[in-house]
């Protein structure tokens, strides 16, 4: 089991920063893929970005790249979101998730993750 809380939400104005973090417990954290999410109100749950076990892949959605950071320290099993220019279609509830090293899928997929955190809320005021 791995339990995931995530953190740094918060308002914002329009081309403000944000960083999210989110910290892991349970099993061990470098075991693991994580991914960043999202859900916007009437909207599904749609992938932001994820970052391999060991740092070295990142991937990121189209309407984030350039402007996000994925980033995580494995020794202090924490996951960390930098949002920068951020714009009021950013406002979400921001979930990180855990996705197991072993699986074969690829990274966007929110089945692929077997771990949620209970998200933190984004808000970007025009």
């Known amino acids: 089991q791995v339990h995931l809380v995530e953190s740094g939400g918060g308002l914002v104005q329009a081309g403000g920063s944000l960083r999210l973090s989110c910290a892991a417990s349970?099993?061990?954290?470098?075991?693991?893929?994580m991914g960043w999410f999202r859900q916007a109100p009437g909207k599904e749950r749609e992938f932001v970005t994820t970052?391999?076990?060991?740092?070295?892949?990142?991937v990121y959605a189209d309407s984030v790249k350039g402007r996000f950071t994925i980033s995580r320290d494995n020794a202090k099993s924490t996951v960390f979101l930098q949002m920068n220019s951020l714009k009021p279609e950013d406002t979400a509830v921001y979930y990180c998730?855990?996705?197991?090293?072993?699986?074969?899928?690829?990274?966007?997929?929110?089945?692929?993750?077997?771990?949620w955190g209970q998200g933190t809320q984004v808000t970007v005021s025009s």
């Open positions: 970052i391999s076990w060991n740092g070295a892949i990142t």
């Open positions: 998730a855990a996705r197991s090293i072993y699986s074969s899928g690829s990274y966007s997929p929110m089945k692929e993750y077997e771990y």
């Open positions: 349970g099993r061990t954290f470098s075991r693991y893929d």
